[in-house]
């Protein structure tokens, strides 16, 4: 009776590296986005925004030039933030110097000259839930330019700049964004009026303009300005409100019951990441299934449940969770071990995955991921958990499962759980304890 009514409503309805503890001058520096090496190569922005990145801290650099001295090709993968900021200054015979939590590398004589572009006094000025382009357009403007580029950056950020100099404000803007680094350089090109660029980067992509180095004969409005490159903000979405989509070869979604495959094509029909614990003992199957393609998530989440009363389903930030019941509040469940602050900037998601796996005490964590696709994740200390979640988060759309193992797998492998990645059409399981 319970089946044929969750049948009927659904069918009426249609009709997510340690490293946060270690101080940031004694990070190690991993790869540059792609997993290679990151060598000293490109130009400042690029260099800087890629070292800005791996390390997880705030960069400025001023360069006499805006291409590299060489020698070019010096790793700095491997080494620590401190060494590496050595190295670059070594080379290029500048100085670095950490400014409030941003480090701002720039030549030695930039330090203490007597008049200079950066040293420009400004106005105190306020960015609300802003974006990269307004920071840019300010700085450039107190800096005389007229207009800036637009910037496909979109992190919002809000900074409260009390007022100071131009190498001050630009300081606030990354400190306050994260994971920006800002660059001033002298251009090979004086053309007229444009002898400095400025540069917000993120990463390796970012976006320079221009400018005269001197303010403009009238103080600039720049109220006016961050209202002019504003860009309004996405109005917030309920996933839980999202209408199932088409299944595997665009045909409607049928379910049948809480199992591994299901929830990986829902998962994918909603574009909503995805996460089981699953009980002990075979899954209940309501044999004919109900049509999920078209209905709410909530309803659909209902409706699996309904079927399964075992399960109770929650949504943590984004990621729908179906466990055992009494699992939630179980201090004693594996998914409740202890998972160390993590730090993964522009890395493979499956340098992650093989994280999760260590945590929950796999041997030999798989190098096979089904999916190759970097991510970029900042996770506090938390549960295994919290962290198969944050990982399926900054995935997007993967399902993650964990079981037990059947007694036969358990003595093979001396171990108690598998824990399944499942994106797209593959998958990959791995013994965990």
């Known amino acids: 009776m319970r089946l044929a009514l969750v049948s009927t409503v659904v069918l009426a309805a249609v009709m997510a590296v340690p490293a946060a503890a270690q101080p940031a001058l004694d990070r190690v520096l991993g790869n540059a986005p792609g997993g290679l090496p990151l060598t000293i190569s490109g130009q400042w922005p690029q260099l800087v925004g890629n070292i800005s990145r791996a390390a997880g801290v705030p960069m400025g650099v001023e360069s006499a030039d805006l291409s590299l001295v060489p020698p070019l090709g010096t790793t700095l993968t491997g080494l620590t933030l401190r060494d590496a900021l050595d190295t670059l200054a070594r080379e290029a015979g500048y100085q670095w110097r950490?400014?409030?939590?941003v480090i701002v590398l720039r030549p030695r004589r930039a330090w203490t000259a007597l008049s200079h572009p950066l040293d420009v006094e400004m106005e105190p000025v306020r960015l609300d839930e802003a974006i990269a382009q307004q920071a840019l357009a300010v700085a450039c403007a107190v800096l005389g330019a007229n207009e800036t580029a637009l910037?496909?950056?979109r992190r919002r950020f809000s900074v409260a700049f009390p007022g100071g100099r131009v190498i001050d404000f630009l300081n606030a803007a990354v400190r306050a964004h994260g994971a920006l680094a800002w660059s001033f350089a002298r251009t090979r090109?004086?053309?007229?009026?444009f002898p400095f660029t400025?540069?917000?980067?993120?990463?390796?992509?970012?976006?320079?303009?221009?400018?005269?180095?001197?303010?403009?004969?009238?103080?600039?409005?720049?109220?006016?300005?961050l209202a002019r490159k504003a860009v309004p903000a996405d109005p917030p979405e309920n996933v839980l409100d999202r209408p199932v989509g088409l299944g595997?070869?665009?045909?409607?979604?049928r379910l049948h019951g809480i199992h591994e495959s299901g929830l990986r094509d829902l998962a994918t029909a909603a574009r909503v990441p995805m996460g089981l614990e699953k009980v002990e003992g075979r899954p209940l199957i309501f044999s004919e299934g109900f049509v999920a393609t078209g209905a709410p998530l909530r309803l659909v989440l209902d409706a699996l449940v309904a079927i399964d009363p075992r399960y109770e389903w929650r949504l943590l930030d984004s990621v729908v969770v179906l466990r055992p019941r009494t699992a939630w509040d179980d201090p004693a469940n594996p998914l409740a071990a202890r998972a160390n602050a993590v730090r993964l900037l522009d890395e493979p998601i499956g340098k992650l995955a093989g994280l999760a796996e260590r945590v929950l005490g796999g041997e030999r964590p798989s190098q096979d991921f089904p999916d190759s696709r970097l991510v970029w994740l900042d996770l506090a200390p938390g549960t295994a958990l919290d962290l198969l979640c944050a990982l399926a988060r900054a995935h997007g759309d993967l399902v993650w499962a964990f079981e037990e193992l059947e007694p036969e797998d358990e003595k093979i492998t001396g171990l108690g759980h598998r824990l399944w990645w499942l994106a797209g059409g593959t998958g990959r399981g791995t013994p965990v304890r």
């Open 189 to 193: 090109q004086n053309g007229p009026g």
């Open 248 to 253: 595997v070869h665009d045909l409607p979604l």
């Open 98 to 101: 950490e400014m409030d939590g």
């Open 151 to 153: 910037m496909p950056e």
């Open 198 to 225: 400025v540069t917000l980067s993120s990463g390796s992509s970012g976006v320079g303009w221009g400018v005269p180095g001197v303010p403009p004969a009238s103080p600039p409005d720049l109220q006016r300005i």
